[in-house]
């Protein structure tokens, strides 16, 4: 069996390989086609390597196929992948672009501005001044006799005005009389007229009681300030505080510029002038008084000098005024005083018509607030904190001198300065910028 | 020694990569051809599937004969591969009308002188040596497919796989071919 295998061509592997392969040459391959349609062996050896050789092959392919399978699941995974990132990315866009769009659209909504100015402010450390201004007031003590002067003038003021409202005026107040129809006629035109005929009566009331308790030994009862009730004034001054109640802040004492402008109010304000003007009054007063005619004379000195001091009110006067000195009656000084009440109007009115009106509220500040560096200063000095708001200019004094916590009333001397009163004492403030404006 | 053909387009960079076995070549085949392929198969009532498979074979086929150097470059890459895709895919629809098993071999064309009962037991022994080669484990499965398959020199096989020389690639290749007609025999159950 094996001597007839042996016989047989397909029993060398590399000859039977290269003929199921078609390597063999054109001769040879026809020698061996030829012994194999005679050997069935031989056949079937040659059929055995062809179908190995498939075998393989078709593994082969099988194989390459898989291996192109594999690749391209890797390839759409990581396609997928990458999508799937792309997606995340593009859905975390939409989303920061909606809140930010939410966003812009509620600060658009809201006071874009002021929103934007604190936020501004707090960034780049904006200057405590500019929001609330530090200034100092100066404290103004009214001895007990210069009051009584200045009450007694004052009474007698406001009373020969309460006369010549109802009598026929005399020449010495003609002139008062025309600031008061002046006043009034203003007034009938004027949407401030009622506060200003409130301020008047009540500093009429006000007068009449310091007078009257100056000469019992007694203090005023009518001296409004915030702690006292207002029953125990008249009725006309009742009637007076609640119409000034009803625009009085929550502690201070309210004020309004436009109130001040009547020619009885301008009459209080010759005698509280602000720093320099009030320094001159004290001096002036601070001398001992003996008769009613001569502290009507002091006065009238004073506010000769006052005039002097007060260029802008009117230049021409400045020459005149030392001359009267001292040798004038009180019907000069008056008409001098009444001439300088219009002058001051008049400017009052101007700065009017240029910024509009503002309301000064005046409270009293915890100590503990303000800074250890202003306390170094001179007891006489009132650190007082300014802050304009839209309701106007709110002053907030710091003292251990003056123990009310709000002022009585306030008076404008000039369009950027006032005094403020207390109960004895009072405080003229330089205001910086001026009355008006503000925010 | 097949001989190298030089192209200066984009073809003769994926035939190159081809013959350096890059299979990146082939995935860049696959999706460049995959859309006419698709038409074609689609319209004739195929599924995405089949439009894998056909144009899996066919990209095989290019890679076999790349391998091998019957590979002849007279038209494009793609015109090659869509007219490859194309027999095979008639070839699956003839087989599935007459309701014939699938062959996975769409190549291994009868000789026309066989009957059927010979042309399946010649199937039968084709898929006991795949599942033969499938056991044997390497070097002889990689050896065995460079050689037979790939058709590769016992040089070139040497190189690859890191044998001595090309003696020592025959005495190895001789007795892992042993060791398969032993797992076929044990396979086909003591048939020849």
Known sequence: MS????????????????????KTGKKEMLLLTAHLEKCDECNKRVQEERDIQAGIRRFGRLEMKRRLKLRLRRDRSRRFEWTHVAS??????????????????????????????????????????ERALWIIGKVIEISDESSQVASSVEEKQSQSFADNLNETPEPEVQNELKAGEMSRSRMEESPMKETEVTVMAERKAVVKDVTSSLAKGEPSSTVRSDSESPQAAPAEVKENSKSIAQEKPEAGYHYSSDAVNSPRAMKMDKLKFGDTVGSVVKERLAQPVQTDSESLDKISIAVSDLKAQLPSLRPEEKKAAPAKRGSE???????????????????????????????????????????????????????????????????????????????????????????VFFRNKQIAYHIPGGLGGGT | MQTPVFFFNEDSKLLDALRDGNDSALEELFHKNRRPIASLVIRSHGTEDDVEDVLQEALVVLWERVHNGSFEYQA?????????????????????????????????????????????????????????????????????????????????????????????????????????????????????
């Not at chain 1, 560096?373 to 007891?379: R, T």
């Open chain 1, 3 to 22: 001597n007839i295998i042996s016989q047989h061509w397909t029993t060398d592997q590399e000859k039977l390989e290269e003929f199921v392969r078609n």
């Open chain 1, 329 to 419: 009656s009180i019907a000069d000084n008056k008409f001098d005083f009444h001439d300088q009440v219009d002058t001051k109007q008049k400017s009052l009115s101007i700065a009017k018509k240029r910024r509009p009106a503002k309301n000064i509220y005046v409270r009293r500040g915890d100590m503990k607030d303000l800074p250890a560096s202003m306390i170094k200063y001179a007891p006489s000095a009132v650190h007082t904190r300014l802050e304009r708001t839209s309701q106007g200019i709110l002053l907030t004094f710091y003292s251990y001198s003056i123990k009310d916590t709000a002022a009585t009333y306030i008076e404008a001397v000039t369009a950027d300065s006032i005094i």
């Open chain 1, 88 to 129: 995340l990315a593009a859905a975390v866009v939409i989303v920061l672009g909606a809140v930010f769009a939410i966003r812009w659209f509620v600060d658009f909504k809201q006071e874009k501005p002021l929103t934007r100015e604190i936020i501004l402010s707090e960034n780049k450390e904006e200057k405590p001044a």
């Open chain 2, 76 to 192: 494009k890459l793609s015109t090659f591969i869509y007219a490859t895709a194309k027999n095979i895919w008639f070839r699956k629809l003839a087989r599935q009308r007459r309701e014939l098993p699938a062959s996975d071999d769409a190549f291994e064309v009868a000789d026309g002188n066989s009957t059927p009962l010979e042309e399946l037991e010649e199937n039968e022994r084709i898929l006991a040596v795949q599942k033969a080669m499938e056991k044997i484990g390497n070097p002889c499965r990689d050896l065995l497919l460079l050689y037979y398959w790939e058709e590769q020199s016992m040089e070139e096989i040497a190189l690859k796989l890191g044998f001595a020389n090309a003696d020592t690639v025959k005495s190895k290749k001789y007795q892992c071919k042993k060791a398969l007609e032993k797992l076929v025999k044990k396979a086909l159950g003591g048939m020849p």
